[in-house]
């Protein structure tokens, strides 16, 4: 079954420094997110992608992040200079199209900011 | 905010038992999604419910929508150890907007 996937699974970083999470939704799909879920909080919403532009975005993702499709391929996050309280989990997600669910997670990526 | 909580937050069962964990929500939905989560693991669809329907089924897996008291319940039937997990209700709302918006979840534990 196709999957969503994202690398790192790990990744640590000092503060202010500029991080980049990747993801390689499913094939076919066409909208793509962004989540977070800190340790032991609920999962939030970052920000939607649909037709190589933002579609949503939350509170969250204030000018310190970005999110790209650079190839046909990939879907990036990217923080620019990273805070202490950025440190969670981040979830890809896609799904296939405009008002069709449900949507597919990775495995995620655990951000740790030192 | 959008999503209730969900109860039990924690729920101990022993295998063989069945599991019902509930979900409330605040405005109106389109649909509601019930996803799954191993420890330090990403999120598994289990089961979408429309808001114009009542109950659904996928193996042994349950879920029920009450749109007139904005709650969801899912119940996971003969559990096996392997059911342990941390369990969410996520929801689409009415509006345009495709982002879930999840509750806090409950961990449910199947000892053997």
């Known amino acids: 079954e196709p999957e969503v996937t994202q690398t790192p699974s790990h990744q640590v970083t000092q503060m202010g420094q500029e991080v980049i999470l990747r993801c390689v939704p499913i094939s076919n799909h066409l909208y793509f997110y962004w989540y977070r879920q800190i340790l032991g909080q609920k999962v939030e919403f970052l920000v939607s992608f649909y037709n190589n532009e933002i579609s949503e975005k939350s509170e969250i993702f204030d000018d310190q992040f970005s999110v790209e499709r650079p190839d046909g391929s990939n879907f990036t996050l990217k923080i620019r200079s990273t805070k202490l309280e950025d440190s969670a989990m981040y979830f890809c997600?896609?799904?296939?199209?405009?008002?069709?669910?449900?949507?597919?997670f990775g495995d995620g990526t655990r951000l740790s900011i030192l | 905010s959008q999503q209730g909580e969900e109860d039990p937050q924690a729920l101990s069962i022993q295998e063989g038992e069945n599991a019902t964990m509930n979900c409330s929500y605040k405005?109106?939905?389109?649909?509601l999604q019930w996803y799954r989560q191993n420890s330090g693991r990403g999120l598994v669809h289990l089961i979408l419910i429309r808001s114009n329907e009542r109950e659904k089924h996928s193996g042994r897996l349950r879920v029920t929508l009450d749109t007139s008291k904005k709650s969801s319940s899912l119940l996971i039937t003969a559990s096996r150890a392997a059911d342990t997990a941390s369990y969410f209700c996520a929801t689409t709302f009415q509006g345009g907007s495709e982002k879930l918006v999840f509750g806090k979840g409950t961990k449910l534990t199947v000892n053997p």
């Open positions: 997600a896609s799904s296939p199209n405009r008002g069709v669910q449900p949507q597919h």
């Open positions: 405005t109106s939905i389109n649909n």
